[in-house]
Each structure stands twice: as C-alpha cells, then as structure tokens.
C-alpha cells in the first residue's frame, strides 16, 4: 500500500464500483469535452475496466478520490481518472507511482493529444512518447515509463 498525507491506495472492491462509476463518468465528461459526451453512461465503467486491475485512492474518511486501471498482461494504464473535486493533490502521481510495486516495467498509456494538462502531467513524471495514433476520440501519444519514477 502506497500513500501520502492525505490518501491511500489499496485495490479496489466491489463495494467500490458505484463510486468509481461515478468518477468514471464526471472525469470523462470533464476531460472529453469536445466529443459526443451525452453517450457516456454509469455502465461504461464495468464495461471498459473488465478484466483490469483497478487500484483506488482513498481518503482517511473513506471517501473514493479517483483509480487507476491496468491491463495486466501488458502493463499498460488503461484508466487514470481522479474526481474532478480533488484535482492537484497529488492522487494521481500516488496512483502511478503504486503501481512500480506490483506492475513490470515498462508501463505504457494512452492520451488524447488534445488533452494537453494530461500530456504535460505524465511527461513532468518521466513518460515519453514513444507512438501516435487515433480513435473515435481523436489523435492519441502513446506514451512509455521505463522505469520508477524518481
């Protein structure tokens, strides 16, 4: 278990999925706003994380402030989402760096190039590029960590 002053990270629990949906949803909304948001749905979360490790950040009083969600097989970062009211604590450099206790390296993400806090956020941290690519959501950097962040 990774934590700072104010969150922890454990793995999630099924008692977490509807707040996780929820974050899920409030994030997207926020971070996909040029695309066709009125499709994203509370179900979406299931959908896209099956199969994943999903790792949370939690707050003393319980509270869900965001996850991480990994396809295992390929160290690959499928889902960062932190609730968009708990932006700037560091939740999800905390959720990142738990993962150099479990996950092989290197660890590999997708990011809309058009989310550019994103981008700027996982570059600060080490990640490079090191591909492009697009999908209904747009163009994307395909971005690397080869090993722990400093």
């Known amino acids: 278990m990774l934590e700072n002053a104010k969150y922890r990270v454990r793995a999630a629990r099924p008692s977490d999925d509807e707040a996780l949906a929820e974050i899920f949803r409030a ?23 099956q199969g994943e490790v999903i790792h949370v950040a939690e707050s003393p009083d319980g509270t869900l402030a965001g996850f991480v969600s990994v396809w295992e097989p390929e160290s690959f970062v499928h889902h960062l989402f932190i609730d968009p009211r708990f932006h700037r ?16 390296f290197p660890h590999e993400l997708k990011c809309l190039v058009a989310n550019q806090r994103a981008a700027a956020f996982y570059a600060a941290m080490g990640w490079r590029e090191i591909d492009r690519g697009s999908d209904p959501f747009g163009a994307y950097l395909v971005m690397s960590l080869e090993r722990p962040i400093a």
């Open 89 to 104: 604590q560091g939740i999800g450099k905390l959720l990142l760096r738990s993962l150099e206790t479990w996950l092989p």
């Open 27 to 49: 994030s997207r909304l926020e971070a996909f706003h040029r695309c066709e948001t009125e499709d994203f749905f509370l179900s979406d979360f299931a959908d896209q994380t």
